[in-house]
T-cell receptor, first 113, second 114 residues
Framework: KNQVEQSPQSLIILEGKNCTLQ??????????LRWYKQDTGRGPVSLTI?????NTKSNGRYTATLDADTKQSSLHITASQLSDSASYIC????????????FGTGTRLLVSP | NAGVTQTPKFQVLKTGQSMTLQCAQD?????MYWYRQDPGMGLRLIYY???????DKGEVPNGYNVSRLNKREFSLRLESAAPSQTSVYFC?????????????FGSGTRLTVV
């Protein structure tokens, strides 16, 4: 069964600190892995997309890593800001020709002043 | 630069009522999707339209119908709403329904069925 699991479920950090969110997946055949940011009451917004051959990708203060051998990914947020408070969703695409996206349940991050 | 626009943003229905959720995109994308998001679960695909004139079922299509009205618009219809359909509904679009293309999501419709 295709599954995406994220940890922790929720996290509180102080403004200016760094944090790392984890994603483990059991998806086959793998196509790509995406990280999305979802603000409360809004739709998900794409942060990064990584294919099998990519092991790191950055978008500003967000850096995603991918280990396709262990089927793990992480999202590192540097120098957190209050606006980083959101849910972060890991999504893995199953390679069926059609983009079948398998969504994790997300990590809810709260950045405290 | 609207992206994906969904209407309405909020809706309360009584069991058995019908309604249509509207979605429009202005990015000239070929593919469009409807998802639902429930507490403690990842987004689940209801229906998708790989290109204008085609629609296909996703993971959870029961109780829903869709219409790809034209390249821009993709609507979701609940014929007889049930409390189990209480959820947040997201429309999304992408250039093509193939791998490695990014999705753009709308802001969602929060639906409550009482």
């Amino acid at each position: 069964k295709n599954q995406v699991e994220q940890s922790p479920q929720s996290l509180i950090i102080l403004e200016g600190k760094n944090c790392t969110l984890q994603c483990n997946y059991t998806v086959s055949p793998f196509s790509n892995l995406r990280w999305y940011k979802q603000d409360t009451g809004r739709g998900p917004v794409s942060l990064t997309i990584m294919t099998f051959s990519e092991n790191t990708k950055s978008n500003g203060r967000y850096t995603a890593t991918l280990d396709a051998d262990t089927k793990q990914s992480s999202l590192h947020i540097t120098a957190s800001q209050l606006s980083d408070s959101a849910s972060y969703i890991c999504v893995v695409t199953v390679n069926t020709g059609f983009q079948k996206l398998v969504f994790g349940t997300g990590t809810r991050l709260l950045v405290s002043p | 630069n609207a992206g994906v626009t969904q209407t309405p943003k909020f809706q309360v229905l009584k069991t058995g009522q019908s309604m249509t959720l509207q979605c429009a995109q202005d990015m000239n994308h070929n593919s469009m999707y409807w998802y639902r998001q429930d507490p403690g679960m990842g987004l689940r695909l209801i229906y998708y339209s790989a290109s204008e004139g085609t629609t296909d079922k996703g993971e959870v299509p029961n109780g829903y119908n869709v219409s790809r009205l034209n390249k821009r618009e993709f609507s979701l219809r609940l014929e007889s709403a049930a409390p189990s359909q209480t959820s947040v509904y997201f429309c999304a679009s992408s250039e093509e329904a193939r791998t490695n293309y990014g999705y753009t999501f709308g802001s969602g419709t929060r639906l409550t069925v009482v």
